[in-house]
């Protein structure tokens, strides 16, 4: 994660990131950073771009596998679209949540991706991919509020200071994160159903037994203890995260608040979602 003055831009900045990509790695990102150059110095790396685009570009549908998405082509100008030349081919899916009444029920995205196989990749699994988003921005989350157990204050004043912090701080969370992932592959829980909180209490309790030679019996011995313990951290089931885009009263461009714009329980999200 890149740190840079807030007149920096997010779409010049996620630009920076690309260079970092492996071959068959998938990007994941909001609305706003689709675009013909984002898409193509991605797939320069080998990876893939499964993400929201806004409902402005036009996307001219090509044809419609049977799984409901369209392969579209993503052009880099409008002379291009008219001419159909020069575009990577990209699958276009648009869908909504299947109750009306619902939160987001009326509200359709479109996510596009560059995986253009409908059997390897099914639509209805990309959408639900492009919902675990949420957990970047919980993670993003964690690394403002949880290290210290309250809002994180950088010390350094200077520029250059700021920088050494957040960095300081990024490096932490980051260590503590590979280590949830690594706990979680022996029991089979992903690591996104773990406590960060709990697991840095672990980590933080026992950093003073650290054995001198870590990749020794001792030090292995004292990775697998921390593993059980870290293991053993479960979150309770999370609600469903969709909002409507709506507010409780005043002037503003979303509709008023009503009663059935209530959060939605019971099924996973990927068995809500309705293909349009």
């Known amino acids: ?9 997010e ?3 996620a630009h920076g990131l690309i260079p970092h990509l492996e071959a068959g790695q998938l990007l994941l990102h909001d609305a706003g950073f689709q675009g013909f150059s984002f898409t193509a110095a991605v797939r320069e790396r080998g990876a893939h771009v499964p993400g929201r685009v806004p409902g402005g570009p036009l996307l001219k549908s090509r044809r419609r596998p049977a799984d409901g998405s369209d392969l579209a082509r993503l052009d880099p100008t409008t002379a291009d679209r008219l001419t159909d030349r020069n575009g990577p081919d990209v699958r276009v899916i648009e869908s909504a949540h299947d109750d009306p009444t619902r939160a987001r029920g009326r509200v359709r995205t479109r996510p596009v991706t560059t995986l ?3 059997k390897a990749d099914p639509a209805r699994t990309l959408v639900a991919l492009g919902h675990h988003r949420w957990d ?5 989350r964690e690394l403002k509020t949880h290290p210290a157990d309250r809002r994180v204050e950088v010390r ?3 520029p250059v200071g700021v920088r050494q912090d957040v960095r300081a701080l990024m490096i932490a969370h980051g260590l503590v994160r590979g280590l949830m992932a ?3 592959r022996p029991p089979g829980v992903p690591p996104t159903e773990s406590s960060f909180t709990d697991a840095r209490r672990i980590v933080r309790r026992h950093a003073r037994e650290v054995p001198t030679d ?3 019996p001792a030090g292995r011995r004292w990775w697998d203890d921390r593993r059980r313990g870290i293991a053993a951290t479960r979150l309770p089931p999370r609600r469903p995260r969709l909002s409507a885009r709506v507010v409780k009263a005043g002037r503003n461009e979303f509709p008023t608040k009503k009663p059935h714009h209530r959060q939605v329980r019971g099924k ?3 068995d809500r979602v309705r293909i349009t």
Do not use: N
Not at 136 to 140: F, H, I
């Open 11 to 13: 779409v010049p900045t």
């Open 136 to 140: 970047q921005e919980l993670a993003v």
């Open 214 to 216: 870590p990749t020794g």
């Open 268 to 270: 996973p999200f990927q």
């Open 116 to 118: 253009l196989d409908p």
């Open 1 to 9: 994660m890149p740190v840079e003055p807030v007149r920096a831009g």
């Open 156 to 158: 350094g004043k200077a």
């Open 182 to 184: 690594d706990a979680a």
